[in-house]
């Protein structure tokens, strides 16, 4: 079976699922060429691994749009599609590329699954008319789709796509698991409450400072950690504003590799993002066992966390009392960790990757009329 899969980049959290669908594809006398639009990403600091699949970034113009986002003017996609054969072709997105790439497969009669991490809460921000008609169209088309999340697997199907035909591929953490049993419990940890992720609005770092400083305030956080600062200086400036003191350790955008000692050594990590299409830091943190509390606007929110751990940013008050709840009653904070702990057994390397072979081996299957090559 040969795979095409076209992408912007390849994160961390995917690495070794991709590596594991192209010991499926070989396995089965092919393999997996993974086509990406941008080599890197803003306000990311990832390692950048050896894979066991052909990697391959196109050549192209990259146009910032603020934060993390960039808008990708890929040369030579269809050249780069078609440079070997394919059984299927996978688009992560709903880019240029991956526009251009459905239509050279139409015409070739080679079957397209659509992945797709976000769900209607987190494409309303980049929702116009042109988008919105490009999206129906190019599922129309779809012969498979893997959401990541429950909501993810409803915006497909809002949009015309066959449930019978939607498979769901949870998110891995962004590293391999860390052995926590041989970290100290969690009353035993040094942070309190922990910030992973970017320091930005859309992020709810501005709540999150907010949450922390009446912590601190009040003795309930006496240690905290903030990772993933796009600039150390301006946040430590913050922090001392807020009257954190030195109550704080500030980390910059630290390679994923370098999370789990300091997420091992936290108990509750917030999450108060206004936009956060899955949620790659709740699983981040739950991974490493700290108990994660998010708001209605991320992903992966429901199909993992319960009522009281799910908060709205506009309640200040109550991510402080909830956070004051499980700070003082350690077994209500174990017992909410096991939850956690349960509730992300399949978010897996090798979950995802099978997950992806299986919708794979359906879309070939869906329509006996695809063009296969010998």
């Known amino acids: 079976m040969r795979v095409t899969l076209l992408t912007n980049l390849v994160p961390p959290y995917r690495s070794d699922a ?28 990832w390692s950048i691994t050896t894979p066991a699949f052909d990697h391959i970034t196109l050549p192209g113009v990259q146009i910032p749009l603020g934060e993390n986002r960039t808008l990708s003017l890929p040369f030579g996609v269809t050249r780069a599609v078609c440079r070997e054969p394919s059984d299927a072709l996978i688009l992560n997105g709903f880019g240029i590329a991956q526009w251009q790439a459905q239509n050279w497969a139409l015409k070739h009669r080679i079957p397209t699954v659509l992945q797709f991490d976000g769900w209607a809460g987190s494409d309303a921000p980049y929702d116009n008319p ?4 490009l999206r129906r169209i190019m599922i129309a088309r779809a012969d498979g789709f893997i959401a990541a999340s429950s909501r993810g697997a409803a915006w497909f199907e809002s949009h015309g796509a066959s449930p019978d035909h939607i498979w769901i591929a949870p998110i891995p953490p962004s590293f391999p698991l860390p052995d926590i049993s041989a970290n100290q419990t969690l009353a035993e940890r040094q942070y309190d409450i922990v910030w992973c992720g970017r320091t930005t609005a859309s992020k709810g770092f501005d709540v999150f400072m907010r949450i922390a400083a009446e912590l601190s305030k009040t003795d309930i956080a ?30 910059g955008q630290l390679p994923h590799d370098q999370l789990p000692p300091i997420l091992t050594n ?26 994660a509390l998010a708001s209605p606007f ?6 993992i966390l319960r009522g ?8 200040p008050q109550g991510w402080i009392t909830a ?16 939850h956690q702990a349960r509730a992300i057994a399949n978010n897996t390397p090798a979950h995802h990757s099978d997950t992806i072979w299986q919708a794979v081996h359906q879309a070939v299957n869906h329509n006996p009329g695809m063009r296969r090559w010998g």
């Open 18 to 45: 991709y590596n594991a669908l192209h010991h499926c594809a070989a396995a089965a006398g092919g393999g997996l060429r993974v086509l990406c639009t941008q080599h890197r990403e803003p306000q990311r600091n």
């Open 130 to 133: 042109l988008r919105r008609r």
């Open 222 to 251: 006496n240690r905290i950690a903030i990772v993933g600062s796009t600039d150390i200086k301006s946040t430590t400036r913050l922090t001392q504003s807020s009257g954190l003191g030195d109550r704080v350790d500030v980390f």
């Open 266 to 291: 936290s108990k509750i990590a917030l999450f108060p993002s206004r936009n956060d299409a899955y949620g790659v830091g709740v699983i981040d943190a739950i991974a490493c066992g700290a108990v």
């Open 298 to 303: 991320t992903g992966c929110a429901p199909d």
């Open 308 to 315: 009281p751990e799910i908060l709205p940013i506009d309640n």
């Open 323 to 338: 956070c004051k709840r499980l700070l003082d009653a350690p077994q209500l904070l174990e017992d909410t960790r096991l």
